[in-house]
């Protein structure tokens, strides 16, 4: 069992900066892909960043040279960081431990309960 707690949301100017933190539990996060994904009202829920356990990342287009994906597997901790905000980046944001396959065992996937972010002047 992994639980995800996030961190870090708020109300920011456009233009300001904002870094996510998702905690997890447990003595496996450093074998996961994490994700942070968003949802904003009437939309679905969005991929924002992955980062896998090798450390490689992937980003949606909308976010590619705003936001920054990292991880510190001894803290068992993903975080976003995110410059240059904008009104549409407005949204409840999700942290997620994406399933895996991993040495012949199946490892769940896992959502954290989400923050807000509110870009507005």
């Known amino acids: 069992q992994v639980q995800l707690v996030e961190s870090g949301g708020g109300l920011v100017q456009p233009g300001g900066s904002l870094r996510l933190s998702c905690a997890a539990s447990?003595?496996?996060?450093?074998?996961?892909?994490m994700g942070w994904y968003r949802q904003a009202p009437g939309k679905q829920r969005e991929l924002v960043a992955h980062i896998t356990s090798s450390g490689r990342t992937n980003y949606a287009n909308s976010v590619k040279g705003r936001f920054t994906i990292s991880r510190d597997n001894a803290k068992n901790t993903v975080y976003l960081q995110m410059n240059s905000l904008k009104p549409e980046d407005t949204a409840v944001y999700y942290c997620?431990?994406?399933?895996?396959?991993?040495?012949?065992?199946?490892?769940?996937?896992?959502w954290g309960q989400g923050t807000q972010v509110t870009v507005s002047s």
């Open positions: 997620h431990a994406e399933e895996i396959w991993n040495s012949g065992t199946y490892y769940p996937g896992y």
């Open positions: 447990g003595s496996i996060f450093s074998i996961y892909t």
